[in-house]
C-alpha cells in the first residue's frame, strides 16, 4: 500500500474553501485515492474517491493531477460542523477503499473558526 | 436505512472476564472488519472477513477472536481482556471492490474499558 503524506492540521473559516493536500508518491497503476471524515468518538465516514483527473460529489471535490503523485480534497463553503480529522487513503486491487484493508495515516485535523 | 451497528456503545470490564462486541450490517456486504483506535497510534486493523467462515488476521490481532457465521454478523471476542484492549473499537463493512473503487460504512464505535 503506498504512503501518504497529509498536513496534521489545518485552519480555516466558515464559509472559506478549504483544500487538502495529500501526497503519494508511491502510487501503483491499480490504486484509487479515497478520502475520510472522522468526527471524535465516531467512525469514519466516506466523503469521495476517485482514481484521475477530478471527481466531485455533493459535499466535495477531489483533483488528482496527471502523475497522481498528489491529491487535493477541496471542501467548498465551509461551516462549523466541517471540523474534524480527513484521511487520505490510497490502495488498489481489494484494497481499493474497501473493508479488507483501510490503512489510515495521522490525517488532517481540520479545525473551522467562526 | 444502510448501516453498521455495534453493540455495546460503551463497556467497562475487569480483566479476564470474556466479552464479546457485536457487529451486524444490512448492506449485504461480504467484507466486514475491525480496528481499534488509540491516540498517537490511528486506526489499525485486528481482523477481517471476505466473506462467510472466511476470516484473517489484521495489523493487531493478539488477544482477539472473531467469527463469521453469518454474512451480516462479525462478533469480536476477547476471550480474556487486558488494560492494553482498552480502547475505541470500530466495525466496518463494504462490498468488493469488482471493477473499481468502493467504500467503507463503519459502526459508531465501542468504547471499551479495562481495569
Known amino acids: 500500500l503506498a504512503k501518504t503524506t497529509q498536513p496534521i492540521s489545518m485552519d480555516s473559516y466558515e464559509g472559506q474553501e478549504v483544500n487538502i493536500t495529500c501526497s503519494h508518491n508511491?502510487?501503483?497503476?491499480?490504486?484509487?485515492i479515497t478520502w475520510y471524515q472522522q468526527f471524535p468518538s465516531q467512525g469514519p465516514r466516506f466523503i469521495i474517491q476517485?482514481?484521475?483527473t477530478k471527481v466531485t460529489n455533493e459535499v466535495a471535490s477531489l483533483f488528482i493531477p496527471a502523475d497522481r503523485k498528489s491529491s487535493t480534497l477541496s471542501l467548498p463553503r465551509v461551516s462549523l460542523s466541517d471540523t474534524a480529522v480527513y484521511y487520505c487513503?490510497?490502495?488498489?486491487?481489494?484494497?481499493?477503499?474497501?473493508?479488507?484493508?483501510?490503512?489510515f495515516g495521522s490525517g488532517t485535523q481540520l479545525t473551522v473558526l467562526p | 436505512e444502510a448501516q453498521v451497528t455495534q453493540n455495546p456503545r460503551y463497556l467497562i470490564t475487569v480483566t479476564g472476564k470474556k466479552l464479546t462486541v457485536t457487529c451486524s450490517q444490512n448492506?449485504?456486504?461480504?467484507?466486514m472488519s475491525w480496528y481499534r483506535q488509540d491516540p498517537g497510534l490511528g486506526l489499525r486493523q485486528i481482523y477481517y472477513?471476505?466473506?462467510?467462515?472466511?476470516?484473517d488476521k489484521g495489523d493487531v490481532p493478539e488477544g482477539y477472536k472473531v467469527s463469521r457465521k453469518e454474512k451480516r454478523n462479525f462478533p469480536l471476542i476477547l476471550e480474556s481482556p487486558s488494560p492494553n484492549q482498552t480502547s475505541l473499537y470500530f466495525c466496518?463493512?463494504?462490498?468488493?471492490?469488482?471493477?473499481?473503487?468502493?467504500?467503507?460504512?463503519f459502526g459508531q464505535g465501542t468504547r471499551l474499558t479495562v481495569v
Open positions: 466496518a463493512s463494504s462490498r468488493p471492490p469488482t471493477g473499481g473503487g468502493t467504500e467503507a460504512f
Open positions: 508511491n502510487i501503483a497503476t491499480n490504486d484509487y
Open positions: 476517485g482514481y484521475k
Open positions: 487513503l490510497v490502495g488498489g486491487g481489494i484494497s481499493s477503499g474497501s473493508a479488507r484493508q483501510l490503512t
Open positions: 448492506m449485504n456486504h461480504e467484507y
Open positions: 472477513s471476505m466473506n462467510v467462515e472466511v476470516t
